[in-house]
């Protein structure tokens, strides 16, 4: 009983983090990442300007840093990413730096994956 | 003091033991779908060559009772003047122009005479096609290809058409190509 309100003491100090499981982390992640579909999207737009049937699959890999809950290491998963270089590094600008809150007391270690298509005609 | 010293240690060693086990390892449980714009769709042109004609899925249009061309007709000119360019197996074409029957017959040879030349005058000058491929000729009201008792008919009836009259066997653009530059060079 004490320990546990030592725990909820120090969470009130400033020190609030969570313990996921790898659900609870990919749905945080997912809220995070949902933030930037507008900026993702203008990527793409951008992509279709010289290129205007682009089309393909990206998949980032990124660890969520347990001490601040930034996404951090993002790089592209090579032999799962078919896209231009210039759409993979603008949609890792973008994801990079992401945070989820409260941060977790693990990392995580996600992998994520965009599918850039044309609407139906 | 024994019971002071659990309160430190069981939260540190909670922590310790929760940063020790290795990270959470998750993925996205669908792709993440970005949707663009449909495709465009690819133009595969409005100028078909065929063995007696310039086929053109189009119309070139006039302004009302006059041989002046449409701007809006410029950039199909100058789809007909590139399809010319690239076939220089066509040695000569002729430029025909046909009316509808409203108006006098005499009225309509000529104003279809002077669209065709027009028309030819436009890829001379615009489309770069050497003169010499090209001939005018109109026909006026003689050869509807349509009801001219109708509107739409006597649409369809006002056209140009673009007549192979001349092709150089294969093998010898060479020949008619040299042809071309020669003149184009001295016009």
């Not at chain 1, 983090?17 to 749905?27: H, P």
């Not at chain 1, 290491?73 to 945070?99: F, K």
């Not at chain 2, 086990?21 to 465009?40: E, I």
């Amino acid at each position: 009983m004490r320990s546990f309100v030592v725990l909820v003491t120090s969470l009130s100090l400033g020190c609030a983090f969570a313990i996921r499981d790898s659900e609870r982390y990919r749905d945080d992640t997912d809220l995070a990442i949902a933030t930037k579909d507008d900026a993702v999207r203008a990527c793409y737009d951008r992509e279709l300007v010289k290129d205007a049937h682009a089309t393909g699959e990206l998949t980032l890999e990124f660890r969520v840093d347990r001490r601040t809950g930034a996404l951090t290491d993002v790089a592209v998963v090579e032999d799962r990413s078919d896209v231009s270089p210039i759409l993979a590094d603008c949609v890792m600008d973008e994801i990079a730096g992401l945070q989820i809150a409260p941060r977790d007391l693990r990392d995580g270690k996600a992998t994520y994956t965009w599918s850039f298509r044309h609407a139906e005609a | 003091m024994k019971r002071g010293r659990s309160i430190v240690v069981v939260p540190l060693v909670f922590g310790v033991g929760i940063a020790a086990c290795g990270p959470v390892l998750f993925s996205s449980g669908s792709d993440r779908v970005v949707l663009g714009p449909p495709p465009p769709v690819e133009d595969e042109g409005r100028v078909k060559v065929t063995d007696e004609k310039l086929v053109i899925d189009d119309k070139i249009h006039f302004e009302f009772d006059s041989d002046v061309i449409r701007e809006e007709s410029y950039d199909l000119l100058a789809e007909i003047a590139g399809v010319i360019q690239a076939h220089p197996e066509l040695a000569r074409i002729s430029i025909e122009g046909h009316a509808s029957a409203d108006g006098p017959d005499e009225y309509n040879l000529e104003l279809s005479k002077r669209r065709a030349a027009s028309v030819r005058l436009h890829l001379v000058e615009k489309g770069g096609v050497a003169e010499s491929r090209l001939d005018s000729v109109g026909f006026g009201e003689t050869q509807p290809i349509a009801d001219n008792d109708t509107d739409s008919g006597r649409e369809k009836n006002r056209r140009v058409e673009f007549m192979i009259v001349e092709r150089t066997k294969p093998g010898s653009e060479q020949t008619a190509a040299a042809e071309t530059g020669r003149e184009e060079s001295g016009s």
